[in-house]
């Protein structure tokens, strides 16, 4: 449900006509849980891959087995019973970005820019806005980053069960459905 979501978003990055390839040791997706009412955790998801058509296509791949929690069984709690890894590994994120509004951008320059990200996962698909800084790196480099939160709804994307089994096996009051997602996205020409 965290997921990713959002995420995702990355998808804006390219700031020229060419295609760009997502520099996934240089990217990731990040969550925060919340657990009976008051108890927010960080969490990660760092297994990224994708690109962005020279068209303005981009879509971006999420390793569900790589969430990363900081609590070993909790990781294997998220990936047995909420994202259901053998069932489906993989999320998308997807998004049609108008790639002449970074065209001119030049080494050091940033943008703020907004677009619609699509996440498919679990069998679900829903379209968020999300609210991104754009920075031209070097020549061949642009790094992508949210700058607020993309607000996800775990029963959206059909991880409202899962959430009720992790609650019931940490013996939680609750964990909300609500999950605030920000990302880190580089991209290479």
């Known amino acids: 449900m965290k997921v990713l979501s959002l995420s995702c978003a990355a998808l804006f990055a390219a700031t020229t006509a060419s295609a760009w390839t997502l520099d996934g040791e240089a990217s990731a997706i990040g969550y925060v849980s919340i657990k009976n009412a008051d108890t927010a955790e960080p969490n990660l998801l760092p297994g990224l891959s994708g690109s962005v058509d020279e068209d303005g296509t981009a879509e971006i791949q999420i390793d569900l087995a790589t969430v990363e929690t900081y609590i070993d069984i909790r990781n294997e709690r998220m990936q047995e019973h ?40 679990n069998g679900e698909e829903r379209t968020y806005d999300a609210l991104a800084t754009v920075t031209r790196v070097g020549e061949d480099r642009v790094a992508v980053a949210s700058r607020q939160p993309v607000i996800v709804y775990a029963d959206e994307l059909g991880y409202a069960d899962g959430l009720v089994t992790l609650q019931e096996i940490a013996g939680l009051d609750s964990i909300q459905l609500a999950v605030p997602v920000n990302f880190t996205l580089v991209f290479d020409r």
């Open 82 to 121: 909420l994202f259901r890894v053998a069932e489906h590994p993989v999320a998308t994120l997807t998004a049609e970005l108008d790639m002449a509004d970074y065209e001119t951008m030049a080494a050091g320059e940033t943008k703020q820019t907004e677009f619609a990200v699509t996440v498919a996962t």
